[in-house]
């Protein structure tokens, strides 16, 4: 192993010479398949994980319902103490995790971190929340009765992750579920083993040293077949699944015909839309970390631009500047602003986009290649690409799908109601935003006939998200919500509780059964 990852796992007392258990109930055991952890940007292998067999998921989902059955008893303000405990333990590692981000999953120094500091966010907003839970007391239409909503915990919560947030979506998914009294299964993404396995260690330590079973947060590594045998359980009442539209489409429906709670957070197709009078000083920028940002790997990555015609050369003349200046390279080196893709199968999808828009004769602005010469041989990187296509035809599938990789699609509109009308033709619904100084413009954007996707910004980028609100998409992005906001109210069982302390017992509606 080379030194510097060596001195990233070491710094998280992760064994770097052994086969790293992979399976996390309380015990740290693995005897399913190994699974090799690769460095996107040098192509070493990193470790050797081995993952959860079917026997131990089984035994990991007992745990995780006697897990629940105690936590639940656990006050919730508790419950509150003990995540600030490892909001703590977590802020405590937060470079070192972040570092083992950027070298696991490849996103560049600065983006690793904050990820950690969201799942640090998040911890500090569940602590809050611990002591706001609150349900609610309706008013009866009979005398001497009332009404009680109460959230209970729901029992076991398992989170299915995707490669390109390896820490942060557990993060909102753990914090919410634990205040709310549940038990958590992590099943991460195949590729991210790491993350979730120094994770793991940091929660399970405060769990420990506050007498909590460890299967409160459990974890299970595996690919696929793991991922299906969690989905299928009955011994799971919630699942959380943040991926493709494709698997969220499989999981979403096994999930449906067991009638077990599901929340959904696939792909997004996002747009950012450029009004005349927008500040291109702030807008162009904006637009260069949307679509560069996380080398495009970001759910709300910015995928497609629609350019007022009187601003269109301008705009693009100066974002063509920024993507030359572009700093590509090692994303742990603090000044690298461009890492690589995460895995080949990102590069594939690239290569596949370029041959599509080329096929289609469009014009290709800027990118359109891999970097191939040394250093960037061994790992999978790609130029960022502007093109733009020969027409918006939402059919064509550069419009219509998400392209995981830095490729952004420019066109350009006369009247704001148009770009509307392409912002939303597309099946995902996830982020957008407008561009402008107008309060008329953003009235159009914010309102009944505006942006379809569940985060509608205004002079913010299309990626970036803060935890306060409820974060998710509409349409094929699933329609789940996670992080802030009402999220919590799905991680609860609701009880609508209907309490007669009256001498009658009256029938609602005026129903008359007197015999
Ligand atoms: P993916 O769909 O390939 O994998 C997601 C998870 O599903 C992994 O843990 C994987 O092992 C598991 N899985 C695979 N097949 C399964 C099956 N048949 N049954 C159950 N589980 C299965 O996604 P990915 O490539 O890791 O991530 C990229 C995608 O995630 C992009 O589409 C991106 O937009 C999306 N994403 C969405 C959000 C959001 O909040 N909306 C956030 C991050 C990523």
Redesign the pocket.
């Known amino acids: 192993l080379s030194t510097r990852a060596a001195d990233i796992l070491s710094s998280l007392d992760i064994p770097t010479s052994v086969e790293l258990p992979g399976v996390y109930d309380g015990n740290w055991v693995g005897n399913g398949d190994i699974m090799e952890s690769v460095c996107p940007t040098t192509g070493e292998v990193l470790a050797r994980v081995k993952t959860a067999s079917p026997e131990e998921l089984q035994h990991a989902l007992i745990k995780s319902r006697e897990a629940y059955r105690f936590f639940r008893t656990v006050p919730a303000p508790r419950r509150g103490e003990i995540l600030r405990q490892i909001r703590q333990a977590l802020s405590d590692k937060r470079d070192a995790l972040g570092a083992l981000v950027s070298l696991e999953m490849g996103k560049i120094r600065t983006e690793g971190v904050g990820e950690v500091q969201e799942f640090v966010d998040i911890c500090d907003y569940a602590v809050g929340l611990s002591r706001m839970m609150n349900g609610n007391v309706v008013s009866s239409e009979r005398p001497g009765h009332t009404i009680l909503e109460v959230p209970n915990p729901l029992g076991v919560v398992a989170v ?6 390896p820490v942060a ?1 557990y993060g909102w998914n753990l914090a919410l579920s634990m205040a709310a009294g549940n038990a958590t299964l992590w ?4 590729s991210t083993p790491l993350c979730s396995i120094a994770v793991t260690k940091i929660v399970a330590g405060v769990l420990e040293k506050n007498g909590i079973p460890g299967a409160v947060a459990g974890l299970v590594t595996g ?2 077949d793991v ?2 045998a969690v ?1 299928e359980s009955r011994d799971v009442d919630m699942v959380s ?8 489409r ?2 979403g429906k096994t999930v449906q015909s067991r009638f077990g709670k599901i929340l959904l ?4 197709n996002n747009a950012s839309v450029v009004m005349p009078d927008a500040d291109l000083s702030v807008a162009v920028p904006s637009v260069f970390f949307g679509s560069i940002g996380t080398a495009g790997q970001r ?1 709300t990555s910015t995928r497609r631009l629609y350019l007022h015609r009187k601003i269109a050369s301008e705009f693009l003349e100066l974002l063509q500047k920024m993507y030359g200046s572009i700093r590509v390279g090692d994303p742990l080196v603090s000044s690298t602003l461009l890492g690589p893709l995460h895995n080949t199968t990102g590069v594939n999808i690239f290569t596949d986009a370029v041959k599509h828009l080329r096929d289609s004769e469009a014009n290709i602005l800027t990118g359109g290649s891999r970097y191939s010469e040394t250093p960037f041989d061994k790992g999978n990187f790609v130029q960022p690409t502007i093109a733009i296509p020969k027409s918006v035809d939402p059919t064509d599938k550069i419009w219509s799908t ?1 392209t ?1 990789a830095p490729v952004l699609c420019a066109a350009v509109f006369d009247e704001l109601e148009e770009a509307i009308e392409w912002n939303n033709a597309v099946p995902q619904g ?1 982020s957008s935003s407008l561009w402008t100084r107008d309060l008329r413009n953003m009235g159009k954007w914010i309102g009944p006939s505006g942006s379809d996707t569940g985060i509608v910004n205004v002079n913010v980028g299309t990626s970036g998200a803060e935890i306060g609100a409820a ?3 509409n349409k094929s ?1 699933g329609w789940g919500r996670e992080s802030g906001g009402d999220a919590w109210k799905q991680y609860v069982r609701w009880s609508a509780c209907t309490i007669n302390f009256s001498d009658e017992a009256p029938l609602a509606q005026g129903v008359d059964f007197s015999v």
């Open positions: 299915l992750s995707a490669f390109n947030f979506v099943k991460p993404s195949p690919g696929k991922g299906e989905v699944f943040t991926g493709s539209e494709a698997i969220g499989i999981v957070e696939l792909g997004g759910c998400e995981f996830l974060f998710g998409g992005t």
